[in-house]
């Protein structure tokens, strides 16, 4: 099973660029990259979802490289309200309830 | 709107007695997740079910059961065998490999 690394945390400041980049060395060849976003006290909300290449969508944009072993999320411009954690998840398609979220990556925006 | 619903939002347990806790899907999605998360951790597999009738142990099942007699519906027991049952219950639900949609969580407290 892919376990998945993120850093602990990250800070950035209002209207920068963010990346967080997840490895998951023992991906296989059916399992699909997911990412979340937590706040304190509420569900993890779905981000983005891909398999290879870039996937984007009107809040994010996922960066998965040839060898599927890491994926980079990247937030264009955040905002005071995107601090949350953020949690990568790889889905094995075969069997989803054997996925296994990792402790995610707390985002700190500054003003 | 459809969307998954928990229940309780806060709930109190004494020592000793069984809780449990309500999930309740309207997206007609066949598979549903049962997660615990720790202050400042990331989010444990309890139970999940891909079918009705049918359920598989997560990685920290011991302590709790689940059922899944209606396809909407996936409620959690939390049993007196769980030592240290005080922790955020989130309740999640798929279709396919597509992302997960999570409740907004219950908040177990043993008093």
């Known amino acids: 099973l892919a376990k998945t690394t993120q850093p602990i945390s990250m800070d950035s400041y209002e209207g920068q660029e963010v990346n967080i980049t997840c490895s998951h060395n023992?991906?296989?060849?059916?399992?699909?990259i997911t990412w979340y976003q937590q706040f304190p006290s509420q569900g993890p909300r779905f981000i983005i979802q891909g398999y290879k290449t870039k996937v984007t969508n009107e809040v994010a944009s996922l960066f998965i490289p040839a060898d599927r072993k890491s994926s980079t999320l990247s937030l264009p411009r955040v905002s005071l309200s995107d601090t949350a954690v953020y949690y990568c998840?790889?889905?094995?398609?075969?069997?989803?309830?054997?996925?296994?979220f990792g402790d995610g990556t707390t985002l700190t925006v500054k003003p | 709107d459809g969307g998954i619903t928990q229940s309780p939002k806060y709930l109190f347990r004494k020592e000793g007695q069984n809780v449990t806790l309500s999930c309740e899907q309207n997206l007609n999605h066949d598979a549903m997740y049962w997660y615990r998360q720790d202050p400042g951790q990331g989010l444990r597999l309890i139970y999940y079910s891909q079918i009705v009738n049918d359920f598989q142990k997560g990685d920290i099942a011991e302590g709790y059961s689940v059922s899944r007699e209606k396809k909407e519906s996936f409620p959690l027991t939390v049993t007196s065998a769980q030592k240290n049952p005080t922790a955020f219950y989130l309740c999640?639900?798929?279709?396919?490999?597509?992302?997960?949609?999570f409740g907004s969580g219950t908040r177990l407290t043993v008093v």
């Open positions: 998840l790889v889905v094995y398609n075969t069997n989803a309830g054997k996925s296994t």
């Open positions: 999640a639900s798929s279709f396919q490999s597509d992302g997960y949609t």
């Open positions: 023992n991906i296989a060849t059916n399992d699909y």
